[in-house]
């Protein structure tokens, strides 16, 4: 968005790629898929392209990853 775009409020969905994101509904923030929390559209850095969800932070990032992803490559099985 830019300076002559309307100021937005609520939800905006998006659509996540690798790199950028396209606006689908206009809002003002979206809510990240591990805490919840409400991220500013200013503030989003964190997404995954591959499942369509924004992160609040790279912690939040990581934990998805890992909890869809079996955790880092090389690591221990838990014992049971």
Known sequence: MNAFDRDFTGQAQLEYGDADYLILQPG???????????????????????LQEAYVDAHASTRRWLETNGGPAGAPEPQS
């Open 28 to 50: 003002s923030y979206v809510q990240c898929a591990v805490t919840g929390e409400k991220i500013p559209i200013a503030r989003l850095r964190y997404w995954s392209a591959e």
